[in-house]
């Protein structure tokens, strides 16, 4: 079973950063398209950014230009960097990985964005 660990959410002041990291076995980071999602209450489970084991990465409209994804192979990890956050950014964030048929689930880790 394929373990992904998010940390770094928390509460947050609109304007204000977070990071999210997410560890991952380091054959799994090396082959996998990564990605972070979100979820808030009431709603389904959306995209937010991917990285592919190339290095592309792709973002949702509403976090252009504030969020960035970025991948360490060497700490294993994939970070969510979050500026300029706004309360509707409020949402629990998940952690994913996919390759091939194989799609993994972190835990999520919550993220409040107060006005």
């Known amino acids: 079973q394929v373990q992904l660990v998010e940390s770094g959410g928390g509460l947050v002041q609109g304007g204000g950063s977070l990071r999210l990291s997410c560890v991952a076995p380091g054959t799994i980071l090396s082959i996998s398209t990564m990605g972070w999602y979100r979820q808030a209450p009431g709603k389904q489970r959306d995209l937010v950014a991917t990285i592919t084991a190339g290095g592309t990465t792709n973002y949702a409209d509403s976090v252009k230009g504030r969020f960035t994804i970025s991948r360490d192979r060497a700490k294993s990890t994939v970070y969510l960097q979050m500026n300029s956050l706004k309360p509707e950014d409020t949402a629990v964030y998940y952690c994913?990985?996919?390759?091939?048929?194989?799609?993994?689930w972190g835990q999520g880790t919550q993220v409040t964005v107060s006005s």
């Open positions: 994913n990985a996919r390759f091939l048929s194989n799609n993994y």
